[in-house]
């Protein structure tokens, strides 16, 4: 089995800046490209950024050029950087891990899935 834990979520105001920050342990070798969604009350989980094993980035166009996403391979860590923080960014961010050595947007590439840690963004 595979775990995902979050964290780094919080309060922050617009403009601001987050890291969020996603442990992966137990059968981590089973695990490659991961990727960052997210979700609010009654909408579909999106995609946020996604990242290769060997690091290559995928980022929705609403979060390109102010969120950064990165991997730590030996520590079993991918990281989100958030600056330029909207209201419109306020969600569940989830962290999300795949099989897959290609980074990808759909959700349904990913097979482990973190808990979630809440970002909400302030006007």
């Known amino acids: 089995q595979v775990q995902l834990v979050e964290s780094g979520g919080g309060l922050v105001q617009a403009g601001g800046s987050l890291r969020l920050s996603c442990a992966a342990s137990?059968?981590?070798?089973?695990?490659?490209?991961m990727g960052w969604f997210r979700q609010t009350p009654g909408k579909e989980r999106e995609f946020v950024a996604a990242?290769?094993?060997?690091?290559?980035?995928l980022y929705a166009d609403s979060v390109k050029d102010r969120f950064t996403i990165s991997r730590d391979n030996a520590k079993n860590t991918v990281y989100l950087q958030m600056s330029s923080l909207k209201p419109e960014d306020t969600a569940v961010y989830y962290c999300?891990?795949?099989?897959?050595?290609?980074?990808?947007?759909?959700?349904?590439?990913?097979?482990?899935w973190g808990q979630g840690t809440q970002v909400t963004v302030s006007s």
């Open positions: 999300a891990g795949s099989g897959r050595t290609d980074s990808s947007e759909s959700k349904n590439d990913y097979t482990y």
């Open positions: 990242i290769s094993w060997r690091g290559g980035t």
């Open positions: 137990g059968r981590t070798f089973s695990i490659y490209a």
